[in-house]
């Protein structure tokens, strides 16, 4: 944005009607997908990978400030191989998990990852220890992607 700004400054050519409804247009258009900032994650979180086992599931809850839908479409993680999107189904009297392509999140609204319901699940999971810190990239597709720091917390406590 300050780029534009310097170029009405300094540029010393004179903007016609059109050309300045054009630049308006340009605005609006760089402006209406929700912002950096829009999508905030709250309580991100790993569980310990138990002893022996290179999966573990990660949790956390964003929320969309913006006026725009967005959705979860992918997430990675270093020293993990595969990050899928998962959720917990009851189905003939058991909890089943099975990965899901997206997970919305809606304009004003939140997309609550928690343990029995959505969660982040890691396969190839190099061993997590209660205090280390894993810095996973969330893909919200047209709301843009960042990078979060996951703890990693002892379950049972
Ligand atoms: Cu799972």
Redesign the pocket.
């Known amino acids: 944005m300050s780029v534009l700004l310097d170029c009405f400054r300094f540029t010393p050519v004179r903007l016609s009607t059109r050309s300045l409804a054009l630049l308006a247009l340009l605005l609006v258009a760089s402006l209406s997908p929700a912002a950096l900032g829009d999508v905030v994650i709250t309580d991100p979180y790993f569980r310990e990978t138990p002893p022996g086992q290179e999966r573990t599931?990660g949790f956390f809850v964003a929320t969309n400030d913006s006026k725009q839908d967005c959705v979860l479409v992918a997430a990675s993680a270093p020293g993990i191989e595969r990050l899928?999107l998962?959720?917990?189904r009851h189905e003939g009297g058991m909890m089943r998990?099975?990965?899901v392509e997206t997970l919305p999140l809606p304009a004003a609204g939140t997309l609550e990852l928690r343990p029995g319901g959505y969660?982040?699940?890691g396969f190839g999971v190099s061993p997590l220890t209660a205090g280390d810190t894993v810095a996973v990239n969330l893909d919200f597709g047209g709301c843009g992607t960042q990078t979060v720091p996951f703890s990693v917390v002892d379950p049972r406590r």
């Open positions: 599931a899928e998962h959720e917990h998990m099975r990965e969660h982040l699940m």
